[in-house]
């Protein structure tokens, strides 16, 4: 959520963030303004009316006990008056505060002056290619077609127990999972990320504090009888932790990791690029997320998409990293980086992650701060999240790289000691 002074002494910097995310509605700045401005009027005539009933107040005392009872009751019949007045102005503030912050969620995040601006995907930066596309002897399979044949994942089967996105991980293909699994887990730890195992269903509350609320209600499942959603990442539960807390200045920066399945509906998801494990309604990840002041938050972005990175190039997959355009970052960013994975078998790259910086957006919402000083005034953190990684196209393109003629899979050397096995043949 933005700061409503900000957007109170800024507007036109408000108006442009939208269009460049692609939400042209400079209305609705003006329709905030107008209600901000409505609510201040409105807290006016309630000071004024307080003071008001103050003053008479005391008046009343003094005739009282200088035995002028007529004066004294015509201040006390106003007194009265004043008390509805006055309940009534407390209601309209409240509903005009309500309002404004209702609108004021309406407002997407102001995009980094480093952020390139554009309308599409076609506008990503491209920042660097890391690894050599592999070549083959041979026509190399697409990673469904060696699913099938080597029985890793039973999709026919998850779709009769549940629906179409909801796979079952067979024999192997459930161990290379729950390896890759720990192999993530285990380097974030080794970066000094704190392992958490979080809830896997929020309430609205935590839905709205990371902003899947009101920007992706058709993105999540929903469980209406208890409130609850099903989680649609880690980054939502982990950072909803610290939600209306203060930090201690030497306790960030925080940074955690967390291993959760992640549920999302995937709306209007067609076509040949969500066959196989292309995009799942259901599927695994390993998430980080951090708490940071807002100086060293920048350093921060840098930091979580390298470790993101190193573990593409300890699996050996060719991968390049994006700096998305405004219009392809999201509501929420300020700055974001995609990092996509070669598949060999499909010859397009795949998003195995994302990589975002909130600012105070984020923060804002959930009023998670820090002081600076022991005794200082608290200030709004800076949080970021990112995927370190997706497991499914991990998978997806692991299978596709590895494989020999004979369809065969020989795995990369830094997972035989989690897999307990070399090849998946």
Known sequence: MLDLDAVREHPNRVREAMRAKGEDRPEQVDALLE????????????????????RISKQIGALMREGKKEEAQEHIDET??????????????????????????????????????????????????????PTFDFDPQPHWELIDALGLVDFERGAKVTGAGFPIYTGKGARLQRALIQFFLDQANENGYTEVQPPLFINEDSARGTGQLPDKEDLMYEIPREGFFPIPTAEVPVTNMHRDEIFDADDLPRTYCAYTPCFRREAGSYGAHVRGLNRMHQFDKVELVQFVTPEESYRALEAMCADAEALLQALGLPYRRLLMCTGDMGFTQAKKYDLEVWSAGQERWLEVSSVSNFEAFQARRMQIRYRPEPEAKPELVHTLNGSALALPRIIAALIEQYQIEDGTVELPEVLHPYTRFETIA
């Open 35 to 54: 209600v901000d401005e409505e609510r201040r009027t409105l807290i006016t005539e309630l000071q004024e009316a307080q003071a008001r009933s103050n």
């Open 80 to 133: 009265s008056a004043l008390k509805e007045t006055i309940g009534e102005l407390e209601e309209q503030v409240r509903e005009k505060k309500a309002l404004t912050e209702q609108m004021l969620l309406q407002l997407p995040n102001i995009p980094h002056r480093s952020v390139p601006v554009g309308a599409s995907e076609e506008d990503n930066e491209v920042e660097e290619e890391v690894g050599e596309k």
